[in-house]
């Protein structure tokens, strides 16, 4: 799963962000009739391998007149528009009431609502529409059905932090997933898109939010992590913190998983030289030992420049 991804799945997996965004998306006259509190995320998902690059998906159900329907909250990976989206959104239709089918439950009526964060504007319109060269007569064997479209660079990042949504953790998710692709338009208005939840990361769930924000925005731009912590730290000190150290796990892990790729495809001259630069960047021997497979002792000897040889069996799957 992708940075972006993830972070959707993080931020909409929450009940509370799922109604704050659909109640405020979907036309008003549906909204009004749904019953928010009835609001509840089903396991799963209805997105298959052929739409995999283009969807991540997270499926509520919720009662409206007391009828039970499903809203599925659509992520659209794709950074420009793409003419296939209708195509794709009927597809992923059929897969849910397909799903319905084999799990033995009624199938109801879906409404998909759409989340894009790229930079240039979209207005995909219906599926029929892209058939509109045809004649009148061939209209009614054409499927269609409505979907809503969120486009974040229709809203301003005035609009998204005071007057939108209601829920602070929601606008900040937004805006730094409407501003994830211009590095320097978010570094420079990280600090205020934060400082609407300065009372928020006083607690316990805050911080918790705050560290998938934090997350997010190290993995998925090339911002330093020095700007990064003191913007952070300027909203709250243990914010600062949680910077530094999740800053940390993730170098630590890059280490780590440069080390194993490296030692998979390398020669015995290779994993020596392996060793040697991720004790220089900060791993410890007992971790290298571990990763590299190797007796901690032979660490040290690697380290200490003694000769070693390395068990061939450890160079069978490389050389």
Known sequence: MGHHDLFFKQTFSIRE????????TLPTELAAEMDFSTLTIEKGSHVDTALAENFTDTVYTCRISGIQIKIALLFEHKSSPDNNL??????YMGNLWENSIKQKQPRIPVIPVVLYHGCKSWNPGSLSSRFDNFPVAVK????DFEFVFVDLSAYSNESIKKSVFELTSLRIALLIMKNIFDQQKLEHHLVQFLEIGRAYFQEEQGLKFLEAVINYILQATEIETDKLVDSVARISEKGGEIAMTTAEKIRQKGLQEGLQKGLQKGSQQTMVSLVRNARKKGLSEELIAQIANLDITMVKRILNNESVNIPLHLLQDTE
């Open 140 to 143: 009614p064997y054409i499927p």
């Open 17 to 24: 962000h799922a109604a704050d965004f659909v109640k405020h």
């Open 86 to 91: 209708q195509f794709q959104l009927l597809r």
